[in-house]
């Protein structure tokens, strides 16, 4: 009698591992199939060139004076000048805005004959003022940048720095390189489970690669962060999008 009691003990331990087994089985396949870590994955991309269509261009200029009141007045006399060569050139008072005037003490220094400083003393006033250019019309404002001929002979001492180019309609561009990555991603998703015999579920995960803006037909390299090129007029955008779904 013991030993039918024992056989029937074994057996109904035997089943109920069997049966454990068959649920941490599905169960396996279950997270397989809709888990991060299983399905299928692919990074789609888009890309596409465009124009900028608003520039912005700095430059500077400084005088010179023994006083602070000399130095300020050569430096309105020169912003009058380049102001006005401005507007002769097309650019309008609402597309410059002239910054604040910047005051340094300028110093001479005294050496003795082994080149070791033995004194200095004040000898006038530096004044540096900044005026920005910002406009739609990226030509007009290209040319001007480019040819500062006649403030030099005017004796104006002006520091032009290079145009910067950007694009006013960014934000709609993302979008729609954002949608056209997400379509290349799900297409090459379909490509793979096709050419494998899997059958596409559900999407899992998804995520957004940076967005890089860089000079068109060059070779600038993307950046971690994203690359943002403002000094060319041609440029080019890209993103990423990566996704991964679950597959039975």
Same mark, same amino acid.
């Given at each position: 009698?013991?030993?039918?009691?024992?056989?029937?003990?074994?057996?109904?331990?035997?089943?109920?591992?069997?049966?454990?087994?068959?649920?941490?089985?599905?169960?396996?396949?279950?997270?397989?199939?809709?888990?991060?870590?299983?399905?299928?994955?692919?990074?789609?991309?888009?890309?596409?060139?465009?124009?900028?269509?608003?520039?912005?261009?700095?430059?500077?200029?400084?005088?010179?004076?023994?006083?602070?009141?000399?130095?300020?007045?050569?430096?309105?006399?020169?912003?009058?000048?380049?102001?006005?060569?401005?507007?002769?050139?097309?650019?309008?008072?609402?597309?410059?805005?002239?910054?604040?005037?910047?005051?340094?003490?300028?110093?001479?220094?005294?050496?003795?004959?082994?080149?070791?400083?033995?004194?200095?003393?004040?000898?006038?006033?530096?004044?540096?003022?900044?005026?920005?250019?910002?406009?739609?019309?990226?030509?007009?404002?290209?040319?001007?940048?480019?040819?500062?001929?006649?403030?030099?002979?005017?004796?104006?001492?002006?520091?032009?720095?290079?145009?910067?180019?950007?694009?006013?309609?960014?934000?709609? &561009?993302?979008?729609?390189?954002?949608?056209?990555?997400?379509?290349?991603?799900?297409?090459?998703?379909?490509?793979?489970?096709?050419?494998?015999?899997?059958?596409?579920?559900?999407? &899992?995960?998804?995520?957004?690669?940076?967005?890089?803006?860089?000079?068109?037909?060059?070779?600038?390299?993307?950046?971690?962060?994203?690359?943002?090129?403002?000094?060319?007029?041609?440029?080019?955008?890209?993103?990423?999008?990566?996704?991964?779904?679950?597959?039975?």
């Amino acid at each position: 009698m013991k030993e039918y009691k024992g056989i029937i003990i074994a057996l109904i331990a035997g089943i109920c591992a069997i049966i454990c087994v068959s649920i941490l089985s599905g169960k396996l396949v279950s997270y397989k199939q809709t888990s991060g870590s299983g399905g299928l994955t692919a990074t789609g991309s888009a890309s596409c060139d465009f124009e900028s269509d608003l520039i912005v261009w700095r430059g500077s200029f400084t005088a010179y004076g023994s006083t602070t009141q000399t130095a300020y007045q050569r430096l309105k006399k020169d912003a009058e000048v380049i102001e006005d060569y401005l507007i002769e050139n097309g650019v309008t008072e609402e597309e410059m805005v002239f910054g604040a005037v910047n005051i340094s003490k300028r110093y001479a220094y005294e050496y003795n004959d082994e080149g070791y400083e033995i004194g200095r003393y004040e000898d006038g006033y530096d004044l540096y003022q900044e005026i920005c250019v910002t406009s739609g019309d990226i030509d007009k404002v290209d040319n001007i940048s480019r040819d500062i001929t006649q403030l030099i002979e005017a004796n104006v001492e002006f520091v032009s720095e290079d145009p910067q180019y950007y694009y006013t309609k960014l934000d709609e &561009l993302k979008l729609q390189l954002i949608e056209e990555a997400t379509a290349n991603a799900k297409d090459r998703i379909d490509i793979m489970a096709a050419g494998t015999g899997a059958r596409v579920n559900k999407l &899992l995960t998804a995520s957004l690669g940076v967005f890089q803006i860089t000079a068109q037909n060059s070779n600038s390299d993307y950046s971690y962060g994203g690359a943002f090129d403002t000094g060319s007029r041609q440029k080019t955008a890209s993103i990423t999008v990566k996704l991964n779904y679950s597959v039975e």
